[in-house]
């Protein structure tokens, strides 16, 4: 059996069991959607009242919207670094999970920003940025990173869903309703696996790779100068571009690994998504988890050391356990070290370990981008006398929690919408790749 045919039986096969009929699919879909719903009624409720509704006041004028923003900004390297990295280096056992991070980046990058206009007092005043826009400003440099960025992203997926887009254009066994063969059709332009083609394809996409990779570092470097440039302690410092880069990468191949389990676990892919997987982005995650660990410690010792009075009033607030230092040791310690552990280790090390060092590594991010922003908000150089205590002390609402879990849910809806329309595996590169003609026509 050719390569063609073992890809077109093949597309049937995966095709078939992602779409096969599920209550629990159906439930979850349904519970997503809704939280998608009060979510929009949240921010109908922030536009129509004010930011008063938030916890946001005059110390803190940034709240869990920026940790948001910068979370899943940060979340998206897994698919730029990651899959680039490995395609250029031609590494055979990336492909099964390569949609995956793929798809993560591109839904990141497209639900980060949002956050951003979420948080704008005055949505209408946009435009701005683009008209008014200073070109010294980090923040201008961000806008245009970010949306080069995206555009690059939907770029390198797409030149990655060619092949796959020509087997549903000339499969004939799926039942595909005319107007999505229609889509298949267009995008799949005229690719009909000629060599010629292929080696056209091969090349964009490794010129994508070169491209994406500095990229994504330049994006979360430009993000992280918004901080380092501004004279505040915790944030006026050199090690923040780095720093920054390496949380993101850290927080995004655990993120990846997540996916990889649910993808394997509930649409039953053990065949393509195997424990080797697990095991080869568990030491990436392992190197970025000591990585991260040396920032931090980097990072607070310097600041510690230089005993700086103001720098040293949020030092003090994060190792206070009556203050931050709960989030705080769970986000510079249990987040480094459980990981590791559970990779690092051979006994402890299998598919499900790994699986928990990565929500651990995910949650702890999170707590990290917050204990970045919180804390030295909070911590003026010159603060008011008689303020309220409301005005000083950052607490959460309703409305941006409610946010929050839309973004995650809206996460979560972008794959399942996603799954109509593309493959979660790449058929037609794990069909052509010689190692697996054999074991398809196995199964086959």
């Known amino acids: 059996m050719n390569s063609p045919e073992l890809a077109q039986k093949r597309l049937v096969e995966i095709i078939s069991r992602c779409n096969k009929p599920s209550v629990l699919r159906k439930v979850l879909f349904s519970f997503f959607l809704l939280v998608f719903l009060f979510a929009i009624y949240a921010f109908i409720t922030q536009l129509v009242k004010g930011q008063i509704v938030t916890?946001?006041?005059?110390?803190?004028?940034?709240?869990?919207?920026?940790?948001?923003?910068?979370?899943?900004?940060?979340?998206?390297?897994?698919?730029?670094?990651?899959?680039?990295?490995?395609?250029?280096?031609?590494?055979?056992?990336r492909k099964p999970i390569i949609r995956i991070a793929e798809m993560i980046t591109v839904i990141s990058v497209i639900?980060?920003?949002?956050?951003?206009?979420?948080?704008?007092g005055r949505l209408d005043r946009i435009f701005n940025i683009f008209t008014h826009?200073?070109?010294?400003?980090?923040?201008?440099?961000?806008?245009?990173?970010?949306?080069?960025?995206?555009?690059?992203?939907?770029?390198?997926?797409?030149?990655?869903?060619?092949?796959?887009?020509?087997?549903?254009?000339?499969?004939?066994?799926?039942?595909?309703?005319?107007?999505?063969?229609?889509?298949?059709?267009?995008?799949?332009?005229?690719?009909?696996?000629?060599?010629?083609?292929?080696?056209?394809?091969e090349r964009a996409l490794t010129i994508m790779s070169a491209i994406i990779i500095p990229l994504a570092v330049l994006v979360h470097s430009v993000l992280a100068w918004i901080f380092g440039m501004t004279i505040r302690p915790g944030w006026h410092s050199t090690i923040f571009a780095p720093y920054f880069v390496i949380a993101a990468v850290y927080s995004g191949t655990a993120v990846l690994i997540i996916a990889m389990w649910i993808f394997r676990k509930f649409y039953h892919l053990e065949e393509y998504i195997t424990e080797k997987h697990f095991k080869?982005?568990?030491?990436?995650?392992?190197?970025?988890?000591?990585?991260?660990?040396?920032?931090?410690?980097?990072?607070?010792?310097?600041?510690?050391?230089?005993?700086?009075s103001w720098e040293l009033e949020v030092i003090?607030?994060?190792?206070?356990?009556?203050?931050y230092g709960a989030w705080f040791y769970l986000a510079a310690f249990i987040g480094v070290l459980v990981p590791m552990l559970f990779v690092g280790l051979p006994f402890l090390r299998n598919i499900n370990t790994i699986m928990i060092g990565s929500v651990v590594a995910v949650v702890c991010m999170w707590i990290k981008r917050y204990?970045?922003?919180?804390?030295?908000?909070?911590?003026?150089?010159?603060?008011?006398?008689?303020?309220?205590?409301?005005?000083?002390?950052?607490?959460?609402?309703?409305?941006?929690?409610s946010l929050t879990a839309g973004g995650m849910a809206t996460f979560c809806l972008f794959f399942m919408i996603f799954m109509k329309f593309m493959p979660i595996i790449p058929i037609a590169d794990i069909s052509e790749a010689p190692e697996n003609k054999e074991f398809i026509s196995e199964k086959l």
């Open 280 to 308: 080869y982005i568990g030491t990436i995650l392992l190197v970025l988890a000591a990585l991260y660990g040396y920032f931090t410690f980097s990072e607070y010792l310097t600041v510690w050391y230089g005993s700086q």
């Open 111 to 120: 639900i980060g920003p949002v956050f951003i206009l979420v948080e704008m």
């Open 316 to 323: 003090y607030k994060l190792f206070d356990f009556t203050d």
């Open 371 to 401: 204990l970045i922003i919180i804390p030295t908000l909070e911590t003026p150089l010159l603060p008011l006398q008689d303020v309220r205590p409301e005005y000083v002390h950052y607490s959460a609402t309703w409305v941006e929690w």
């Open 55 to 93: 916890g946001m006041r005059d110390y803190v004028v940034w709240g869990i919207y920026d940790v948001n923003f910068i979370f899943f900004i940060g979340i998206s390297y897994a698919g730029a670094m990651i899959s680039g990295i490995l395609h250029l280096l031609h590494v055979e056992w």
């Open 133 to 201: 826009g200073r070109i010294q400003s980090p923040i201008l440099w961000d806008v245009v990173a970010i949306t080069t960025y995206l555009s690059c992203s939907i770029l390198f997926l797409y030149l990655a869903l060619i092949k796959d887009y020509a087997l549903f254009r000339d499969n004939t066994e799926l039942k595909i309703p005319k107007w999505q063969r229609y889509f298949y059709r267009k995008f799949a332009a005229t690719y009909s696996g000629l060599p010629e083609q292929k080696k056209l394809l």
